[in-house]
């Protein structure tokens, strides 16, 4: 198990957690500052709570770091997984961890910052992965962008601190759950159904 005190020093082994690429490690850049990794229990929970929407979905993993989040996805069934992060450096970790896992086939990689990414890109995902650099107020700024690239039926998985301020709804995004483990918290995002 990963204690939250080993996550704070950076001495990190990231595993895939289920699925065809169960147990194989992944690689993370050093240093917080440029990627954060889930921890093992809060990316279980977090899989735990969309198990049944995973198979065959289509999945954005937004502000990638070390693509862990989408990985898990594909691992677990999903058809395919766009990966972006800013970071070309993020990216080519992304794309060894990929190949690692065996996913690269169902995996399209793209660097560019999120919110000029969401406004060209059509979607819509069936399962979107936020896990932002904290304490920037980030999800206030991409979650509205995304309501309309999310598939009918759709889940947003939205990782931040614990004290985040997340509006109750972004658009036709509305906030369903939000879930707590230690300093973290996850909060779920279900897309409207239209009346």
């Known amino acids: 198990m990963v204690k939250q005190n080993d996550l704070e020093k950076g001495s990190m082994t990231m595993r895939v957690i289920a699925g065809t690429a169960r147990g194989k490690n992944l690689q993370a850049l050093p240093g917080e500052d440029v990627t954060r990794p889930t921890i093992n229990r809060v990316k279980e929970a977090m899989f ?5 929407l995973v198979p065959g979905a289509r999945v954005l993993d937004l502000f990638a770091g070390s693509g862990q989040l989408g990985i898990e996805a594909l691992s677990r069934g999903a058809k395919s997984c766009i990966f972006v992060d800013r970071s070309s450096d993020a990216l080519a970790i992304v794309k060894a961890n990929c190949k690692t896992a065996g996913v690269d086939r169902q995996s399209d ?3 560019a910052e999120a919110l000029p990414f969401l ?35 759709g889940v947003v998985l939205a990782e931040s601190e614990r004290e985040a301020a997340l509006p109750e709804r972004a658009g036709t995004l509305v906030l369903a759950k939000q879930y707590y483990y230690g300093k973290i918290m996850v909060s779920r995002y279900e897309k409207e159904e239209q009346a």
């Open 48 to 52: 735990s709570s969309v198990q049944f």
């Open 109 to 111: 990689i793209r660097q």
């Open 119 to 153: 406004a060209n890109i059509r979607g819509p995902f069936d399962l979107v992965l936020l896990d932002p650099p904290f304490h920037y107020d980030t999800l206030n700024e991409v979650l509205p962008a995304l309501a309309d690239k999310v598939a009918p039926g």
